[in-house]
């Protein structure tokens, strides 16, 4: 199941922004990160695509939700000029950002190939 983040769940499951400078991932395993809001068309065609997913990788990776009107200083952190936007963050290495209502086959390709994660 997606989980809904507020600055302070993002910061201990994600990353602690306020206290560390340079990227330091704190989950345990890959997760992503839905930057939405729940005026947008294209936000909602990715929703059911992302519990599906959520529930495919279960205990592999989390699927994490931040809605932008809400979460106004997390959604400013990460430069979230459109949505939804989708953060695909490894364990190790940087995270990377990916625009626009994704098809579920790319987010499965993006699983494997950014996040080293396989059904």
């Not at 991932?25 to 990715?46: H, L, Q, R």
């Not at 459109?82 to 626009?100: E, H, K």
Request: glycine residues 6%; proline residues 6%.
């Amino acid at each position: 199941m997606t989980e809904h983040l507020t600055k302070e769940t993002f910061k201990s499951k994600v990353f602690d922004y306020e206290n560390n400078k340079e990227w330091k991932f704190e989950g345990d395993k890959p997760c992503i990160i839905d930057f939405y809001a729940d005026w947008c068309a294209p936000c909602k065609m990715v929703a059911p695509v992302l519990e599906e997913l959520s529930e495919d990788f279960n205990g592999k990776l989390d699927i994490y939700k931040v809605n932008t009107e809400e979460e106004q200083e997390l959604a400013a952190i990460f430069g979230i000029r459109s949505i939804p936007s989708i953060l695909f963050v490894p364990v190790d290495g940087q995270p990377q950002m990916a625009m626009g209502a994704l098809p579920k086959e790319t987010f499965i390709k993006a699983f494997k190939d950014v996040l080293g994660v396989e059904k």
